[in-house]
């Protein structure tokens, strides 16, 4: 039987392309195997990427790849952690054995906040700058389909069923969010990125 394929293109509440939409699929036994490590750099005073998918159990690397020394840390119940002040790459990687999703903030630079979204779906991915999400190897059958953003309010996600054979299938998805762009190197004000950070933190944890 051959493999089916799903490419989809997210966009938000206008019609816009979105970015940063982790797209996951539950359905017919099987799926990747699970990544023994993932990287979240930080470059330019930024996380990098921005939000980050991974499976349970994933262990993942933060190096810093600026000239400066950040310290990084969350208070998301599904990962608590902290990385003090440091440049490099800590010897040990933060493992993520917890679904759900993850705000990460630095204790220096306020205005740096980035996602983790730790799931069991087999199958999953993260929408690019112009919202295209591509998923190969899929085995047919029918699919729960998932699709998460950042600014949705609260942990839920958008959810539906979907259909796959062997037949490519193409799909345009919207959510119901403004596409924001991401701050510059500088950074807001700090008392902008206390909002945001508290925001972030209080809808993952609802």
């Known amino acids: 039987m051959r493999a089916a394929s799903l490419q989809a293109e997210v966009v938000g509440a206008a019609g816009q392309?979105?970015?940063?939409?982790?797209?996951?699929?539950?359905?017919?036994?099987?799926?990747?195997?699970?990544?023994?490590?993932?990287v979240l750099d930080q470059k330019s005073m930024q996380f990098v990427p921005r939000v980050?998918?991974?499976?349970?159990?994933?262990?993942?690397?933060?190096?810093?790849?600026?000239?400066?020394?950040h310290h990084v840390y969350s208070f998301s119940p599904a990962k608590r952690f902290e990385l003090r002040l440091y440049q490099g790459t800590p010897s040990e990687p933060v493992r993520f054995d917890t679904p759900g999703v993850?705000?990460?903030g630095c204790n220096i630079h306020d205005w740096m906040v980035g996602y983790v979204y730790v799931t069991d779906a087999p199958w999953f991915a993260v929408s690019d700058e112009q919202g295209r999400v591509r998923l190969e190897g899929l085995p047919q059958g029918r699919y729960?389909?998932?699709?998460?953003?950042?600014?949705?309010?609260?942990?839920?996600?958008?959810?539906?069923?979907?259909?796959?054979?062997?037949?490519?299938?193409?799909?345009?998805l919207s959510l119901a969010v403004e596409p924001v762009a991401d701050e510059p190197a500088s950074g807001p004000p700090p008392s902008a990125f206390g909002d945001a950070f508290r925001k972030a933190?209080?809808?993952t944890a609802q």
């Not at 998918?53 to 262990?59: D, E, F, K, S, W």
């Open 102 to 104: 993850v705000v990460l």
């Open 17 to 38: 392309p979105l970015a940063n939409a982790v797209l996951s699929l539950r359905g017919p036994l099987g799926g990747k195997d699970v990544p023994p490590s993932a």
């Open 201 to 203: 933190v209080r809808d």
């Open 144 to 172: 729960a389909l998932s699709l998460w953003h950042p600014q949705l309010s609260g942990p839920q996600q958008q959810a539906d069923e979907l259909e796959l054979d062997d037949s490519p299938k193409a799909l345009r």
């Open 52 to 69: 980050l998918a991974v499976r349970r159990g994933t262990a993942v690397s933060f190096p810093n790849s600026d000239n400066i020394r």
